[in-house]
C-alpha cells in the first residue's frame, strides 16, 4: 500500500507487459482471492489466539492494525466480503468476551485503514476503480452461462478437463482467451465430472463440518491450549469462510487446501484419540 513493490512481488511480476498482475497486492502467491482466503483463515486462526491469551501486546496490536489493511490490499471484493462476514459472525455468536473486543478492535482498525486509504488520492482512486470495474463480473457472467449449458448437456458424466475447455472455447464468443476459468469451484467440478463429482464432493465437505461435532469433543486439549473446545466452535465458520471464497475461485491452491486439511487433520487425531481413551475406560 505504500508503492514499496520491490519487497512484495518477485521481479518479473513487476514486469508492465503482465497487466494487472503489477497492479493489484497479489505478493508471490499470484491468486489475489486465494491469498486473501489465507489471510482470513490465518487471521480468524490469530484471533483465537488472543482469545487463548496467547497473542498480546504488539504483536496482536501489530496483528489487529495489518490484517484489515492486508485484507484491503488484495482489491478484490469477495475476499473483503467474506472477511467482513467472518468478523461479523463472530462478533454476534462468540459466546468469548475476549473475542468479541479483540473483533471490535479489529473492525475498527479496518475503518481506520479504510478512511486513511480514501484520504489519499491514489488509493482512493484505485479502490473506487475497483468496486465499479465491470469486465471481469461480465466475463465470469459468460463463462457461468456457457458452463451452465455445459452441464445441463451432460449432468451425469461431465465433460472431462480437455473436452470441457474446447466446448467452453467454442461456446464463448465475446472474449478470446487461450484457457478459461470458472472461476467458480462447484460450477467447475459439475462441468468436469458432472453431479456424482460434486455429491463427493459435498460428502467431503459434510465431513469437515462433523469432525467438530460435541460428541466428538476431545478431553485431549484443556482451555487455553490450541483446538480447544472453544476452537472447535469456531471450526465451522473457517469452513465456510473457505466454501464461500470457493464461489469466486476455483480452489486448487496447494497452501490453502494444505492449511485447511492440516487443521482437520489434528481435529480428526484429536477425535480418535478420544473414542481411544473412552474405549479403554473399565465397562
Request: overall charge positive; charged content about 15%.
Amino acid at each position: 500500500m505504500a508503492d514499496m513493490k520491490a519487497f512484495i512481488f518477485p521481479r518479473y511480476i513487476l514486469d508492465q507487459s503482465l497487466g494487472i498482475h503489477a497492479d493489484r497486492a497479489r505478493g508471490p502467491f499470484l491468486q489475489a482471492v486465494a491469498n486473501g482466503l489465507a489471510l482470513n483463515l490465518l487471521g480468524l486462526v490469530a484471533l483465537d489466539s488472543c482469545r487463548r491469551r496467547r497473542l498480546l501486546g504488539l504483536p496482536a496490536f501489530f496483528l489487529l492494525g495489518a490484517l484489515p489493511v492486508a485484507i484491503l490490499a488484495t482489491k478484490t471484493r469477495a475476499v473483503w466480503v467474506a472477511f467482513a462476514g467472518s468478523i461479523v459472525v463472530l462478533l454476534f455468536f462468540t459466546p468469548s468476551r475476549r473475542l468479541r473486543r479483540a473483533c471490535i478492535s479489529l473492525a475498527v482498525a479496518g475503518c481506520l485503514g479504510l478512511a486513511a486509504m480514501l484520504v489519499i488520492a491514489d488509493h482512493h482512486r484505485s479502490l473506487s476503480e475497483r468496486l465499479e470495474e465491470s469486465g471481469p463480473v461480465k466475463f465470469r457472467l459468460a463463462v457461468y452461462h456457457a458452463g451452465w449449458e455445459m452441464f445441463l448437456k451432460k449432468p451425469l458424466s461431465g465433460w472431462g478437463a480437455r473436452a470441457m475447455q474446447t466446448e467452453l472455447s467454442n461456446r464463448i464468443s465475446d472474449f478470446h482467451q487461450d484457457r478459461y476459468y470458472f472461476h467458480n469451484t462447484y460450477l467447475e467440478i459439475l462441468v468436469q465430472y458432472g453431479v456424482p463429482g460434486l455429491g463427493l464432493y459435498l460428502w467431503l465437505v459434510t465431513d469437515l463440518f462433523r469432525i467438530s461435532r460435541k460428541r466428538h469433543r476431545s478431553r485431549c486439549s484443556p482451555d487455553g491450549t490450541f483446538m480447544d473446545e472453544q476452537f472447535r466452535s469456531l471450526w465451522p465458520l473457517i469452513v465456510a469462510v473457505y466454501l464461500v471464497n470457493g464461489s469466486f475461485v476455483v480452489m486448487n491452491y496447494q497452501f490453502v487446501n494444505g492449511f485447511l486439511f492440516t487443521l482437520a487433520g489434528v481435529l480428526v487425531a484429536q477425535n480418535r484419540g478420544h473414542a481411544q481413551a473412552v474405549n479403554a475406560l473399565p465397562s
